[in-house]
């Protein structure tokens, strides 16, 4: 299933319930870019805005761009114990 950045990003802020603004203050990145990336109206995202969302959302970057189907992250290391 081929789902959109945007669409996952949206899904799994809503997983989450973060609201727009308030991923926004978490991560640092405009209320507007957030928008505009869940409406697809933003399509040329830096690797630097897709870590802090998916830090920000405790998803994986692979989720987000849609190589990985499942939202959740996988734990590695000293994080995993």
């Known amino acids: 299933m081929n789902i959109p950045l945007g669409d996952r990003l949206h899904m799994a802020r809503r997983k989450r319930r973060i609201s727009q603004t308030k991923l926004a203050e978490m991560t640092g990145i405009s209320n507007a870019n957030i ?14 805005t897709l870590l802090k969302l998916a830090n920000a959302l405790s998803v994986s970057v692979d989720y987000l761009l ?12 000293a994080e995993a114990a």
């Open 66 to 77: 849609g190589l990985k189907e499942d939202m959740e992250r996988e734990l590695l290391g």
């Open 35 to 48: 928008s505009h990336i869940e409406t697809g109206q933003r399509t040329n995202i830096t690797v630097e």
